[in-house]
């Protein structure tokens, strides 16, 4: 063997190390939040009236909370893409391209707020739009406070899905001591 032959093999183990280490990496992330879960229910909701309720963003991450660099994998909310938001009189619905709705009710709705980082995405001075909710362990039912973030770069655009947010929190006021007990 020459010497060129014993540096391809060894940046090609390196290589597979690496991977190997992502893969196994994003399987243990999965498998511990895969039992998180909101609902999702196939039926008619009733718009908010005088708000425009369906708004088309970039759905960036959902992390705990109180660990915002820690992504979940929520079934439905794994990963980044454009995504359809519709705030209904009794739900919101997030709709990411290419996976399942996931509905967040009243009851586990806890705020809307901007803000400028979260996991692997840093944009100008509130420049992005969280949602604080609670998420359930299916398997525990131990519930779990959770923030989705989006990206609306449309200022205008940003300020009336934020306030469509608002709206809804207002017309379904709920503690986090109430939600998360």
């Avoid at 909101?38 to 705990?64: C, G, K, L, N, R």
């Avoid at 979260?118 to 299916?138: H, N, Q």
């Amino acid at each position: 063997m020459d010497k060129y032959t014993i540096g391809t093999i060894i940046v090609v183990a390196v290589i597979a190390a690496v991977w190997w280490g992502m893969y196994r990496s994003w399987k243990r992330r999965s498998s511990r939040s895969s039992t998180l879960t909101s609902s999702w229910e196939a039926h008619s909701h009733a718009p908010i009236s005088d708000i425009a309720s369906t708004f088309s963003v970039m759905y960036v991450a959902t992390t705990h909370t109180e660990s915002p660099l820690e992504r979940l994998n929520i079934p439905g909310l794994g990963f980044r893409a454009q995504a359809s938001v519709s705030v209904f009189d009794d739900a919101i619905v997030v709709s990411p391209a290419g996976e399942l709705p996931t509905e967040i009710s009243p009851a586990r709705f806890l705020g809307v707020r901007s803000t400028q980082v979260t996991i692997d995405r840093v944009v100008e001075k509130d420049g992005l739009t969280a949602i604080d909710w609670v998420a359930t362990d299916s398997v525990s039912g131990k519930n779990t406070l959770v923030t989705s973030v989006f990206r609306v770069p449309n200022i205008r655009l940003r300020e009336r899905f934020e306030a469509s947010l608002e709206a809804f929190g207002v017309a379904h006021t709920a503690t986090v001591k109430e939600v998360a007990s």
